[in-house]
């Protein structure tokens, strides 16, 4: 495949309140680093990848203090009040006519691979394309009492996970279209709600999303590991 123009948004405006930790979960520290030092790492590394977007919360202190903060490929922007806010923010300081992949703050174990595999799938389906894992375990609905109503089937079911790559003007709209906006939980919702088709490929099932404090556990494993090289 031919050199691309492409750009990245790390969305680390959240605080990430179930970690427990005195301050947002993507600056807990990690094998001599921060998570979100981890998380952003392969995306300036990578050669295709022109611009990386770090959204911050507007009373964030930690970023600047970061040994990357200063490196040339990135640029801070003050995210807004949900998540879908800040990534809009972002988006709209990158070229519209190009590709932009999003990427959660507190996944520090993406892997260079699974970017490359996202690229291509996304580029090859024209509208764009997710990461995902295929849910392995027997899946429970239950009622607000916490009683079982239903056992879902697995099949064709899917862990989304980031990052979510699309056309940077097409993800604009679907996500300034959405009638609920409220519902956008990630990239791909937007999209679907716009009635735009959406490829997920499968991803690492190590790309962990740090939510919990037995997280940051299991994610220095994952980095520790000879086979995440």
């Known amino acids: 495949m031919s050199r691309l123009n492409l750009n ?5 405006a959240g605080i990430g309140q179930r970690v427990g930790a005195h301050i947002p979960k993507q600056y807990l520290p990690l094998l001599g680093k921060t998570i979100i030092e981890h998380s952003i790492a392969p995306f300036l ?7 990386v977007i770090v959204v911050i919360a507007e009373n964030d202190c930690w970023f600047a203090q970061l040994p990357l903060a200063e ?8 995210g ?3 998540r879908v806010d800040s990534v809009l923010c972002a ?3 990158l070229p519209s006519e190009e590709y932009v992949l999003v990427h959660d703050a507190a996944r520090p174990c993406i892997k260079s691979t699974d970017i490359n595999k996202l690229i291509n799938t996304a580029v090859q389906s024209k509208h764009g394309a997710i990461l995902g894992t295929r849910v392995r375990d027997t899946m429970k609905r239950s009622d607000f009492d916490g009683q079982i109503t239903q056992t879902v089937s697995r099949t064709n079911l899917w862990h989304a996970l980031t990052p979510q790559m699309f056309e940077n ?14 519902q956008i939980t990630d990239e791909a919702s937007a999209m679907e709600m716009a009635g735009l088709p959406v490829a997920i490929i499968e991803g690492r099932s190590d790309n962990l999303k ?6 940051l556990t299991l994610a220095e494993l994952y980095l520790s590991s000879p086979t995440s090289k």
């Open 8 to 12: 990245a948004v790390i969305a680390a």
């Open 45 to 51: 590394n990578h050669p295709d990848i022109k611009k």
């Open 71 to 78: 490196n040339s490929k990135i640029k801070v922007v003050i």
């Open 80 to 82: 807004g009040k949900e």
């Open 91 to 93: 988006l709209k300081v």
């Open 169 to 182: 003007k097409v993800l604009i709209n679907a996500i300034e279209s959405a009638e609920f906006p409220e």
């Open 210 to 215: 740090v939510t919990r404090s037995e997280d």
